[in-house]
C-alpha cells in the first residue's frame, strides 16, 4: 500500500470556468487557500466568495456588534487582493452554526445562483489530523456544503429556492474541493499567488493583531511559505496549495 504522505498529488482540473468558495468565517480561505485562487483569477477563472458568519466572536477585545462590520470589510478588502469582487455573508451566528437544513438550504440557494462548476470549502472533518482539534463551524459548513452541492441539483429538495426565489436547480457542480484536509489528493502550484495570498491575509489586521504578538507581516509570510512548502515533497518539489477533490 501506497504511503499517503508521500504519495504524489495530482494537479486540480483547469477545465472549469466558475468557482464558489464557501466557509464559516472571514480569514479562512486566507489561511493557505488564497495562492491557489490568485493564480485562477489570474487566468480568466471567476471566483466567489460565501462566508456563513461575519466572524463577529472572533476578536476578544471586540464585542460582536461592533466586530461584525470590521471583518467583513476587512474580508472584502482581502479577497480584492486575490481578484474576487462578489463577497456575500449568510448571518448565521460565529461560533454556533448548527448543520442541519438550513444552513444547507443556504448554500444550496447561493449554487443556484453562482452555478459555480467548482466549489471550495474548507476541512470538514473532527481534526486538522492527529490531536489538533476542529472548530464546530469549520466541520457544520465543510459537511454542509458538501451535501449542498447534490441538493443544489435536485429539484425536489428546496422547492421552495424555485417557488420563492426563482432559483432553478443547478446540477453543474463536477467537485467539491476541500483545503486545509488531512487526507489531500490534489494541489496547486502555489508560486504565482503565494505573495499576494501573503498579501491577502494581511488585510485581516484587526484579527491577526489580537492574535498573536508576533509582526503581521512576519507572521503571515512565515505561515503561508511553511504551509506551502510542506505539501512540495508530494507536488514534484513545488511549493503548493492542497484540496482533497471530491468528484460528483
Request: one cysteine or more; hydrophobic letters at 40%; glycine letters at 10%.
Amino acid at each position: 500500500m501506497t504511503d499517503q504522505k508521500t504519495e504524489q498529488l495530482e494537479e486540480m482540473p483547469a477545465d472549469w470556468q466558475r468557482a464558489l468558495a464557501v466557509v464559516a468565517h472571514p480569514d479562512d480561505l486566507e489561511y493557505g487557500c488564497a495562492a491557489a485562487i490568485a493564480g485562477w483569477t489570474d487566468q480568466g477563472r471567476e471566483v466567489a466568495y460565501l462566508l456563513a458568519t461575519r466572524g463577529e466572536a472572533g476578536i476578544d477585545g471586540i464585542a460582536p456588534a461592533q466586530c461584525a462590520p470590521l471583518r467583513e470589510r476587512e474580508q472584502r478588502a482581502s479577497a480584492a487582493v486575490v481578484g474576487v469582487s462578489v463577497v456575500e455573508f449568510l448571518d448565521h451566528k460565529d461560533g454556533v452554526i448548527e448543520y442541519g437544513t438550513g444552513l444547507r438550504r443556504d448554500i444550496a440557494a447561493a449554487i443556484r445562483r453562482h452555478r459555480p462548476e467548482l466549489v471550495i470549502t474548507l476541512n470538514h472533518r473532527d481534526t486538522w489530523g492527529g490531536t489538533a482539534w476542529n472548530t464546530p463551524d469549520h466541520r457544520a459548513v465543510g459537511r454542509a456544503t458538501l451535501d449542498a452541492a447534490a441538493d443544489a441539483g435536485n429539484r425536489w429538495i428546496f422547492p421552495e429556492l424555485i417557488s420563492e426565489q426563482g432559483l432553478e436547480p443547478w446540477d453543474g457542480v463536477r467537485w467539491v474541493a476541500v483545503a486545509g484536509s488531512t487526507s489531500p489528493t490534489h494541489a496547486v502550484d502555489a508560486g504565482p499567488g503565494l505573495e499576494r495570498s501573503v498579501a491577502s491575509l494581511l488585510e485581516h489586521r484587526l484579527y491577526i493583531e489580537g492574535l498573536t504578538e508576533q509582526d503581521p507581516q512576519e507572521y503571515c509570510r512565515t505561515f503561508l511559505t511553511r504551509m506551502a512548502e510542506m505539501a512540495a515533497p508530494r507536488f514534484g518539489g513545488r511549493p503548493a496549495v492542497t484540496f482533497e477533490l471530491f468528484g460528483r
